[in-house]
């Protein structure tokens, strides 16, 4: 405890006790904010991948596979303007669920997904700041969607291509703005803190920050762009990994 000198010196001096009060911390300076377009975006090559994942979620001493993901990259010319399709199909059991989307391949702004989900059907259509498309539950009308936010946005669930584009290297931060068709306008955090070496190849450690108190680690090829490896915390002891199966 604290003498009793100490506490007759505060009581008789309250200089002093302002004197220890803590500075407050200077105000937080946030990493830029990157739009579609901006012109850190690197253009997409022309991709012509199929990339395999294996996801295993690990609860306490229990490794519980998940299922198996495919992903198909196309970039397609056709209409004068590079667009990236990619294509995600996650086998689940006897459940498959597809999602499809199509990206500007040269400002990364995304311009049409098409989701089949496990309750649900979903039509997106972008344009610049504008969201238009419909929800389908699978037994229900689909509900239209027409909105216009504040900012062009990413699209939330594609965010592997923009990683992609992005200049990695140790340090790099910014925010991505992203459109959630559950949460609207939302905005990620991504930050390269290392690099190290994963299935043999040379790899940027991305935090990716989704949302408060919600974080996934990202193994980005410094080579290819591929992402080999995410792991993302769902609970104090359920941690689910997604690992690339090597070609």
């Known amino acids: 405890m604290p003498s009793t000198v100490w506490l007759l010196a505060l009581s008789l001096a309250p200089c002093a006790v302002h004197a220890q009060v803590p500075a407050a911390p200077p105000p937080q300076v946030l990493p830029r904010r990157v739009l579609p377009g901006d012109s850190s975006l690197r253009p997409l090559p022309a991709l012509h991948d199929s990339v395999r994942y294996t996801l295993t979620m690990y609860r306490d001493a229990d490794e519980i596979p998940v299922g198996r993901l495919t992903e198909l990259w196309r970039t397609d010319s056709a209409s004068g303007t590079a667009l990236v399709l990619r294509v995600q199909r996650l086998q689940r059991a006897t459940m498959q669920l597809i999602d499809s989307t199509w990206t500007d391949a040269r400002t990364l702004a995304p311009r049409a997904r098409r989701s089949l989900q496990q309750t649900r059907r979903v ?52 925010r991505l703005p992203v459109y959630d068709l559950d949460g609207g306008l939302r905005e990620y955090l991504v930050q390269v803190t290392g690099q190290t070496t994963i299935q043999g190849e040379a790899a940027h450690v991305v935090v990716l920050t989704l949302a408060r108190n919600r974080e996934s680690v990202v193994w980005v090829s410094a080579e290819t762009g591929q992402v080999l490896q995410i792991e993302t915390m769902l609970g104090e002891t359920t941690l689910l990994r997604q690992v690339r199966v090597r070609p």
């Open 123 to 174: 039509l997106l259509e972008f344009s610049g700041a504008r969201v238009k498309g419909s929800l389908a539950p699978l037994d229900a009308p689909p509900v239209p969607l027409d909105t216009t936010l504040r900012l062009a946005p990413f699209d939330a669930g594609n965010w592997e291509i923009v990683l992609r584009a992005l200049p990695l290297a140790i340090g790099y931060a910014a």
